[in-house]
Nanobody, 125 residues
Framework: QVQLVESGGGLVQAGGSLRLSCADSGRTFSNYAMGWFRQAPGKEREFVST????????YYADSVQGRFTISRDNAKNTVYLQMNSLKPEDTAVYYCAASLDMGGVLEWPNEYDYWGQGTQVTVSS
């Protein structure tokens, strides 16, 4: 059973940084590709980043490329999203997700099997 819990959200000024964490309480974390998505009020959930099961492959949305970094520590059953140079348009609820699909770039919500509850990130101007 996969249970994902996000943490690390909060309020930050534009230009600041936050690091989100997503911990899995199960014992099969390394079997999953992991992703981060976000959803702003009135908007659809959008892809942010994804990382392969062993951390070798990463992919980012154009809007965060060069500012955000995804990483994982399989020994700690945790995936991270380091967010730098934050902008007001990054304000959203951020969700982590786990996928059993090992192949390709997983950038659509329906490619993921498990989701966390989300953590709010607010960037003030």
């Amino acid at each position: 059973q996969v249970q994902l819990v996000e943490s690390g959200g909060g309020l930050v000024q534009a230009g600041g940084s936050l690091r989100l964490s997503c911990a899995d309480s199960g014992r099969t974390f390394s079997n999953y590709a992991m992703g981060w998505f976000r959803q702003a009020p009135g908007k659809e959930r959008e892809f942010v980043s994804t990382i392969g099961w062993n951390g070798d492959s990463t992919y980012y949305a154009d809007s965060v490329q060069g500012r955000f970094t995804i990483s994982r520590d399989n020994a700690k059953n945790t995936v991270y999203l380091q967010m730098n140079s934050l902008k007001p348009e990054d304000t959203a609820v951020y969700y982590c997700a786990a996928s059993l699909d090992m192949g390709g770039v997983l950038e659509w919500p329906n490619e993921y099997d498990y989701w966390g509850q989300g953590t709010q990130v607010t960037v003030s101007s």
